[in-house]
């Protein structure tokens, strides 16, 4: 976020201390020593900062990346991917401590998405599951006969005897039962429809809706739906 005349404040997701916010002054002037282009949404970078443990806003010091991207800025689909991603991240993980193993799933699945040479078309799907098991409200149980909805407030496999609006469909249902079974970075070996992945995409939403307080959607839903033409 723009603030005052060269300044910005940056949310970010820190390995050492959880979510914090940060005001970097003078880097939207000619001059700055520190490149504009290394704070945008979704970059990985390593940070020297002043922590005082009394302010909720603490100055940057030094900036510089600890990944570049080579496609994910530049293309328009995978892009609108990574926008998705960061969108429910900020929306959904709330943590002001050390949590590494969510901190390196995070960054790992930005920079392999960055990378990948397979289909991007689960990815974001995958990346949501799995983020929602850190976050304490992983989907249990699994996609069979006698369960073949899954239920989005009980976040678990039924037989679908519950309220219709709270239950997926066979169908999406048993496209995140196999999305579970596999890596994110492992997602493209899942096939599914444009319109299956339109569904589960809106399906995980109100999944997070149901479990995350306050979380009312994302903006980068209508984008990705709009981008995703196959």
């Not at 991603?85 to 930005?110: C, G, H, N, T, W």
């Not at 307080?213 to 980068?220: H, K, P, Q």
Request: with cysteine; proline share 3%.
């Amino acid at each position: 976020m723009k603030y005052g005349e060269t300044s910005l404040i940056l949310d970010m997701l820190t390995r050492e201390q959880g979510r914090r916010s940060f005001i970097i002054g003078g880097v939207r002037k000619a001059a700055s020593r520190i490149s504009p282009g290394l704070l945008k949404p979704m970059a990985l970078i390593d940070i020297v900062a002043y922590d005082r443990p009394d302010r909720e806003l603490n100055r940057l010091k030094e900036v510089r990346a600890d990944f570049v991207y080579e496609h994910l800025p530049f293309e328009l689909v995978r892009g609108t991917i990574g926008l998705f991603m960061i969108e429910l991240v900020q929306k959904a993980v709330r943590v002001s401590e050390p949590d590494y193993e969510l901190f390196d799933f995070v960054a790992l699945a930005f920079s392999e998405l960055d990378g990948t040479e397979a289909s991007t078309g689960t990815w974001h799907l995958a990346f949501a599951l799995h983020l929602a098991g850190f976050l304490g409200f992983a989907p249990s149980g699994w996609h069979d006969a006698e369960r073949p909805c899954f239920d989005l407030k009980l976040g678990r496999f039924s037989a679908g005897h519950g309220q219709p609006e709270r239950l997926l469909d066979a169908d999406t249902s048993r496209l995140l039962g196999d999305l579970l079974e596999l890596d994110v970075t492992e997602s493209h070996r899942v096939q599914a429809s444009r319109s299956q992945r339109l569904a589960l995409a809106d399906g995980i939403v109100r999944y997070y809706q149901y479990h995350v307080d306050g979380f009312a959607g994302l903006n980068s839903l209508e984008v990705l739906r709009a981008v995703m033409k196959s």
